[in-house]
């Protein structure tokens, strides 16, 4: 079946320092999202990205999509507490209608 | 702040009984979701909805049932609890626009435990 898979599992990382978490499908994507979970919170839409080699930025965070469509990363410049949580990307497949498919996430723990 | 609610937040059952879980979006949204996740781990897609009397089953079995026979809600049923239904079951919603974004709003989930 069509899966997406997320690299690292974990990050614990000291404030300031980067992050960055590695997205990638089995299948081309027709586009991607990403999403935020804080601890004991629901999923909280970050961005969509649909082109070929796209760069997006919100302030600190970084989103790609890579040229093929299969793979997607989310960086972190200069990390903060408020950042911790799990993100998720979720991919939708062409022919799937509007279904996503969520990757198996990344989980960031942000140290003082 | 997304118009999405679900009910009850936490539901603590023992084997053997029917459940119901709520949800409900005010946002007249066509497209529904539940989604189930076990803690730190990803959501598996078990129903969706893309209008009134539409319902498919998800990627991942599940032996719930849902209904979807007004836009704003979207109800899930297990008609015999098991302990291995314990997990959060999350609802979402989402527009039907073409071109558009159409990302997902999620309620705020359901934490269910069957004893």
């Known amino acids: 079946g069509q899966q997406v898979m997320q690299i690292p599992q974990y990050q614990h990382v000291q404030e300031g320092e980067d992050f960055t978490t590695y997205c990638n499908s089995s299948?081309?994507?027709?586009?991607i999202q990403w999403y935020k979970q804080r601890p004991g919170g629901h999923p909280v839409f970050l961005i969509q990205l649909v082109k070929s080699g796209e760069v997006k930025k919100q302030k600190r965070l970084t989103f790609q999509f890579g040229e093929a469509k299969k793979n997607s990363s989310l960086h972190i410049t200069a990390t903060q507490t408020t950042d911790v949580g799990t993100y998720f990307c979720a991919g939708r497949f062409t022919g799937g209608g509007n279904k996503l498919t969520f990757g198996t996430g990344t989980q960031l723990k942000v140290e003082l | 702040e997304a118009d999405i609610y679900q009910t009850p937040r936490y539901l603590v059952i023992g084997t053997g009984k029917k459940i119901t879980l709520e949800c409900s979006q005010t946002?007249?949204?066509?497209?529904m979701y539940w989604y189930q996740q076990d803690p730190g781990m990803e959501l598996h897609l078990i129903h969706y909805s893309y209008g009134v009397n539409s319902t498919e089953k998800g990627d991942l079995s599940s032996e719930s049932t849902v209904s979807r026979i007004r836009t704003e809600h979207f109800p899930l049923t297990l008609e015999s609890a098991r302990p291995s239904h314990t997990s959060q079951y999350l609802c979402a919603s989402s527009e039907n626009t073409r071109g558009a974004v159409n990302e997902q709003f999620f309620g705020p989930g359901t934490r269910l435990t069957v004893l």
């Open positions: 946002m007249g949204h066509d497209k």
């Open positions: 299948t081309t994507l027709s586009n």
